[in-house]
């Protein structure tokens, strides 16, 4: 199962997230749950750094399907709006195959 758990502050404003793990709903290379978070998540990782240049700290490793990213300052209009994006992706993945293969979580930080 894939965990992404989306950090917000006390005030509604993202934080970061972290993904963890692999979904499992096929063997690998044929996992389109685990392809489709991991097109929703890294687009939207580059799209915040090429297209928005907005100041992250990213961490990840490819072998256990982690990915850590968090913002040192409060991100702009653009990446709110490409962070929206991103849980609307994920929300919808959820909806369709299920909480056994992705787990979408919030926490306030």
């Known amino acids: 199962m894939t965990t992404i758990t989306i950090y917000k502050s006390d005030n509604n404003l993202y934080k970061g997230f972290t993904c963890k793990g692999h979904a499992g709903f096929a063997n690998s290379g044929k996992d389109i749950v685990c392809a489709s978070v991991s097109v929703l998540v890294i687009n939207t990782l580059n799209s915040m750094d090429e297209l928005v240049h907005e100041e992250m700290d990213v961490?990840?490793?490819?072998?256990?399907?982690?990915?850590?990213?968090?913002?040192?300052?409060?991100?702009?209009?653009?990446?709110?709006l490409l962070?929206?994006?991103?849980?609307?992706?994920?929300?919808?993945i959820v909806n369709l195959y299920g909480k056994k293969y992705l787990k979408l979580r919030f926490e306030e930080v």
């Open 59 to 80: 961490k990840s490793d490819e072998n256990t399907g982690y990915i850590e990213c968090r913002f040192p300052k409060e991100i702009s209009e653009q990446s709110k």
């Open 83 to 92: 962070m929206d994006s991103m849980i609307l992706g994920l929300t919808d």
